[in-house]
């Protein structure tokens, strides 16, 4: 099996699908009665089942996304349709869905059945959106290639011999796949942005607290934020605005109004735009990304934008920080996965701490463990101060330099990720290794602030590229209409 | 021996806050459900969960505070303390570290010499607590119940300024009174809505180094507090004294054999890896929010104490009496409002209204007579139109029965009214004069005794209702007159 896909990949993936018509167009599509939804909902499953070599799904809720299909199919009769009527939806599995199950992609779950809808989740239902399943990922959110998963790696529609990106690699593939038009993903250090660019998707990081994190199963409280992967801008502001603002249940989520991202995704405007020649020269980075971003920067310049270089020291303390201090929020984070109340429990053990020991020891994966280990490391007396304080304190410097940064420009261009989609098992005895990935993509994740990633050409193996572009926190409007702009332009 | 050491003793006392919801999760509180029925997926940690903080436990904390003299903090932050154990669903307890909302402050005690002590705090913190583990009700099985777990407690921490047994006990004491005073925590140390854990050191009389900690727990009545610190300063004084080192330790006290046996001894090192909560925004306390509570704060028991002395101008003994509880004290401060006999207002009080709610134990809060009758009936006593007798035995039982009645209806219903009209008593008193000519004779030869005959005389022909001093004087006016009679005869 595995060679046969090794050797015609491309052709063989695109060849079986069935491609989904953009939800941007769909409405009007459902209401000319050119098409049903039903229909719809057909292609994704039938997708989700030629695809299923890809191991994007997890778990597949077929029956209940053709009866709300054929609930929709109704309303377009009665030509009012919801705001997201056909539109169909992939959530990772790290976003409770009410009396689904959720396993984080982890053993330690197995057999538990979510209560409750994550906010963002049941906004969506509430307009009608159709939850076709959850989507594999990286246990709890864990890792960039989607390796670490304990229902085995997810493999790049585009090649299937490399991996998506992860931790949301399932939900990038399921929309690469025309599995359905919108993923809801997470990204805690690039776990939406970097899977978006290995699979030449639109993925957007929105601001920390934009959208509520009740019902997204915690890895690091502090960085996790919600994400939308999507084929188009456009489906990402519609997704945004109806996910995005306040909620009871979240403590920490920002109040200020939610913008009408769809109504204001024209952009007029010269741009201020800051580029860090440290990123650009970084040795790590894939010289055909280089190339392009210096492309896609010089054609800002020539439609008349000011781009400008900007120095950004810290760049090389981004990832030691982050890591610091993901782990220490994960260690505690993942202590309630203990086999006492639900989910996993060794059967061999008889004492507490043996349950405890053997539970975590087999339920967890070993990237899991390893952050686990690392953040009770660093949260512990006699290093608390030189690790999770310090980490802190450069935390903030990281985000005062950004806003520093903000107050002279509109947005910060740098790639994605320093590398296009890498062979399956390139990095997984070498978790350092793995941690590059991440580079770009965790900056906008101590700082808080909104980051998209967007397609910006192949590489020489004609893999996607990722183009990332920040803005200052609760900048989406901004950010998306530039976005689109840039799609336009590139 | 022991004079030659001092004790150092710090409390730790948990108050569980008696509101309707759990410190950081949405459902209801209330002890003594059936096990696991209080419990919302918040509580029981299921992924995906965050908390939520009660505002009404800040309020509890903030009064605490307030009564304690504590500097209030202003913007404060939840804290994660991690550690396994079956019975704390998230793996850590969210609670306050660096940043407690209350630093500081002190609480009166009463020494056994009759002065005011100030017990210096270090701080009062909102936490939540953990659940229960239940071993071996189902042989050779832990249970859990979690309905306790995310409960909002407070924890008071006093400065090692305590010096003996009896002063942790007035000072703990002292919180209970306070802590229902301002009906924040009911107090009941059985059921463990309060909690004391005792760090008990001793050390050399002038030395000045405090010697080796130890904490003793489970002690769950306040006597049992003092004799677990008793002990235990009376065992570190033995290990010194055989010249062996005090071992800094958690200790469990048993009520059974009054000992405390060491506990835990494998986690002398505790490291609960302490760090900021990040699901919760900081806890900001506005100037008007500290405000607002100190507005409505009540009087507390020191005030109502000093008040009950200095105005009502009481004894100590029944000023500590009716400061004990605050709903007394209320009760009494309304009652002195509608009657100016303050003393006469506290013998009712402690006398026949206090036996009543013993002996059907009811709080004063359920009295049936409210402060307005109960002045009526002591108005009646003080302007003699009843006997105290008469009032406390006849028309109080009728009244608690009957409280709707009304004092005055009762006690003409029941004919109760001392007479005092003088013209009957005076018809009365002649009559007496007229059936005993030979009683009268006596008196005035001398036998002045005979007095008490002839009132007994006149208080029986009245059926006990005359007004005794009325009665007095006029069958003294009727003597003396009769004998000048006779001598101008």
Not at chain 1, 321 to 336: H, Q
Request: hydrophobic share 40%.
């Amino acid at each position: 099996m595995k060679k046969e896909f090794r050797r015609r990949p491309k052709e063989k993936n695109t060849d079986s699908l069935d491609k989904l018509p953009p939800f941007d167009q769909l409405q009007a599509l459902l209401q000319q009665g050119a098409i049903t939804c039903e229909d719809i909902v057909d292609r994704c499953l039938h997708n989700i089942a030629q695809g299923a070599y890809l191991n994007a799904f997890l778990r597949v809720y077929a029956e209940e996304a053709k009866q709300q299909a054929a609930t929709i199919d109704q309303m377009c009769q009665t030509n009012n349709l919801p705001e997201l009527a056909g539109m169909v939806v992939g959530l990772k599995d790290l976003l409770c869905y009410k009396d689904h199950p959720v396993q984080a992609a982890s053993k330690i779950l197995r057999g538990f059945v979510s209560q409750f809808s994550a906010t963002a989740v049941q906004r969506l239902v509430d307009k009608h959106a159709i939850i076709v399943g959850h989507q594999n990922c990286d246990q709890f959110g864990m890792g960039s290639s989607n390796e670490a998963s304990a229902f085995g790696p997810v493999r790049n529609a585009l090649d299937t011999t490399r991996v998506p990106g992860g931790s949301s690699g399932g939900s990038a593939v399921a929309v690469q796949a025309h599995m359905c038009h919108v993923s809801l993903g997470t990204d805690t250090g690039g776990s939406v942005r970097q899977p978006a660019a290995f699979c030449g998707l639109v993925g957007l990081k929105p601001t920390y607290a934009r959208i509520s994190r009740h019902g997204l199963i915690a890895y690091a409280s502090s960085f996790d934020t919600i994400g939308i992967l999507s084929r188009t801008i456009q489906t990402c502001a519609t997704v945004l605005e109806i996910i995005a603002g306040p909620d009871d249940f979240d403590s920490t989520v920002s109040h200020r109004p939610v913008p009408v991202y769809t109504a204001q995704l024209h952009f007029d405007k010269r741009a201020k735009v800051a580029y860090f020649p440290v990123a650009l020269e970084h040795p790590g980075l894939q010289p055909a990304i280089r190339k392009q971003t210096q492309a896609t920067l010089d054609t800002l310049l020539r439609a008349g934008h000011q781009v400008e270089a900007v120095d950004f020291p810290l760049l090389e303390y981004a990832l030691p920080t982050y890591y610091v201090l993901v782990n220490a929020e994960a260690s505690a984070n993942l202590a309630r996965f203990d086999g006492v109340r639900y989910g996993y429990r060794s059967s061999e053990s008889i004492t507490v701490a043996d349950m405890y020991q053997k539970t975590r020891t087999q339920g967890f994966g070993q990237e899991v463990q390893r952050r686990i280990l690392t953040g009770t490391f660093v949260l512990s007396a006699d290093y608390y101060e030189a690790w999770y304080v310090k980490a802190q304190q450069v935390r903030r410097l990281i985000k005062e330099k950004l806003e520093m940064i903000f107050a002279t420009y509109d947005f910060i261009v740098l790639p994605t990720t320093p590398t296009t989609a890498f062979k399956i098992g390139a990095y997984t005895q070498d978790p350092l290794a793995m941690y590059l990935a991440d580079l770009y993509t965790v900056p906008a994740s101590i700082a808080g602030i909104p980051s998209i990633s967007i397609p910006n050409g192949t590489d020489e193996n004609g893999l996607p590229i990722g183009l990332q572009v920040m803005a200052p926190a609760f900048g989406e409007a901004q950010l998306l209409a530039f976005a689109q702009y840039l799609t336009l332009l590139l | 021996m022991r004079e030659k050491y001092t004790a150092v003793i710090g409390l730790e006392v948990h108050a569980q806050l008696s509101l309707q919801r759990k410190m950081f999760a949405p459902e209801v509180a209330a002890y003594g459900a059936l096990p696991n029925t209080q419990v919302s997926t918040v509580t029981l940690a299921h992924p995906g969960t965050l908390p939520r903080i009660n505002k009404q436990a800040v309020d509890c904390a903030i009064k605490m505070g307030l009564a304690c003299h504590s500097v209030i903090t202003r913007e404060s932050i939840f804290a994660r303390k991690s550690y396994f154990y079956p019975d704390l669903p998230k793996g850590y307890q969210i609670t306050q570290d660096k940043t407690p909302i209350c630093r500081e402050g002190y609480l009166t005690i009463d020494t056994p010499e009759g002065c005011e002590k100030h017990i210096a705090l270090e701080r009062i913190h909102l936490e939540e607590d953990a659940g229960k583990s239940l071993h071996d009700l189902v042989e050779g099985e832990t249970l859990l119940d979690f309905n306790r777990a995310g409960v909002a407690l407070i924890e008071i921490v006093t400065k090692p300024v305590l010096r003996t047994p009896v002063e942790a006990y007035s000072l703990l004491g002292e919180i209970r009174k306070l802590v229902r005073y301002l009906n924040i925590c009911d107090g009941n140390m059985e059921e463990g809505s309060l909690r004391c854990d005792a760090n008990v050191s001793v050390m050399l009389q002038d030395s000045s180094i405090f010697g080796k900690r130890v904490e003793v727990k489970n002690m769950n009545s306040m006597r049992h507090v003092q004799l677990a610190i008793e002990y235990e300063i009376g065992r570190q004084i033995a290990v010194l004294d055989r010249g062996d080192m005090v071992v800094s330790e958690t200790r469990s006290y048993n009520a059974a054999t009054n000992t405390t046996q060491p506990m835990r001894t494998k986690e002398l090192l505790k490291d609960y890896r302490y760090f900021p909560e990040p699901d919760l925004p900081p806890l900001v306390v506005s100037e008007r929010w500290i405000e607002g509570l100190r507005e409505s704060m009540p009087l507390l028991s020191r005030a109502y104490h000093k008040k009950f002395m200095d105005i009502y101008q009481l004894p100590a003994y029944d000023a500590t009496v009716l400061s004990e509880d605050r709903d007394t004290a209320l009760y009494f401060d309304e009652l002195c409002q509608l009657t100016k006999h303050y003393k006469a207002a506290s013998n009712w009080v402690m006398g026949p209204v206090r036996a009543y709610l013993n002996e059907l134990t009811l709080s004063i809060r359920t009295f049936p007579l409210p402060p307005l009758i109960l002045a009526e009936l002591i108005s009646l006593v003080e302007q003699g139109q009843l006997s105290f007798s008469t009032a406390s035995q006849k028309l109080y039982p009728a009244l608690l029965n009957q409280p709707e009645k009304g004092v005055w209806a009762l006690a003409r219903t029941l004919d109760l009214f001392q007479e005092s009209d003088t013209t009957k008593i005076q018809a009365l008193v002649d009559e007496v004069m007229a059936v005993y000519p030979d009683k009268i004779a006596a008196y005035r030869n001398g036998k002045k005794g005979i007095l008490g005959m002839l009132m007994g005389e006149v208080m029986k022909r009245s059926q006990g209702k005359v007004a005794p001093k009325v009665a007095n004087s006029l069958l003294l006016q009727s003597l003396e007159a009769t004998q000048d009679h006779g001598i101008v005869s």
